[in-house]
């Protein structure tokens, strides 16, 4: 079962985001929003969600999910109007974005897609989010290669797996797993997860 952690900007909201997702058996709403910005890393810590959603109004919403707990944490978002260019929310490490009006069966698929690691958009958006990603391709050659394990560990974040799948894959420690990352994103000149798969892509060090 996937624990779903809500966030909503009012209790009318999550309620209608709470009836929607526990229809879905294989769905568990295990915790809804809080006022404050600093409980939110709190309450995350303590409830141990797979997936966020979280339905956003305001840049500032989406700021306060970029520095609380985007990053490892799946975060499905759902915005009624562009808030931020749809690339940008993919390389802020964002693994779906959905209308605000979207369908329970929309948004199940997209819980179950981003426990699994896929990033997911609405078929409308893809040829905008390419062109996004293209305006900001980095340069052709690193200033700095990726060691062979940094490669392995790369491809396995493409994979969608966790700090701990990784360090268990290649029997190491999830801190060697940590310092290997945080070299691959110096590296490679990028802030998070994603945004590193994406530039690996560009790079030929992740197969497509």
């Not at 779906?96 to 179950?112: H, T």
């Not at 990028?190 to 060090?205: D, F, K, Q, Y």
Request: charged residues 25%; proline residues 6%; hydrophobic residues 45%.
């Amino acid at each position: 079962m996937i624990r779903v952690l809500i966030k909503a900007p009012t209790p009318v909201a999550r309620a209608g985001l709470e009836s929607l997702i526990r229809s879905y058996p294989s769905l568990d709403v295990i915790g809804g929003s809080v006022d404050h910005p600093d409980a939110m890393k709190s309450v995350v810590a303590d409830l141990h969600p797979d997936v966020i959603v979280a339905q956003i109004e305001s840049q500032d919403d989406m700021q306060e999910l970029v520095d609380d707990v985007i990053g490892d944490m799946p975060v499905i978002v759902m915005t009624g109007g562009p808030l931020v260019e749809w690339g940008d929310l993919f390389r802020h490490g964002v693994s779906g974005v959905l209308p605000s009006d979207a369908s329970g069966e929309q948004i199940a698929a997209a819980v179950e897609a981003a426990a699994r690691g896929l990033v997911v958009f609405r078929r409308s958006e893809a040829d905008h989010l390419f062109e996004s990603a293209s305006v900001h391709e980095p340069p052709e050659s690193l200033p700095e290669a990726l060691t062979a394990r940094e490669i392995e560990i790369l491809r396995s974040l493409a994979e969608g797996l966790g700090n701990k799948e990784i360090a268990s894959r290649l029997q190491i420690s999830e801190h060697t797993v940590k310092f290997h990352v945080a070299s691959i994103m110096g590296k490679l000149g990028v802030s998070n997860r994603t945004e590193a798969v994406m530039s690996g892509i560009r790079h030929g060090l992740v197969p497509i």
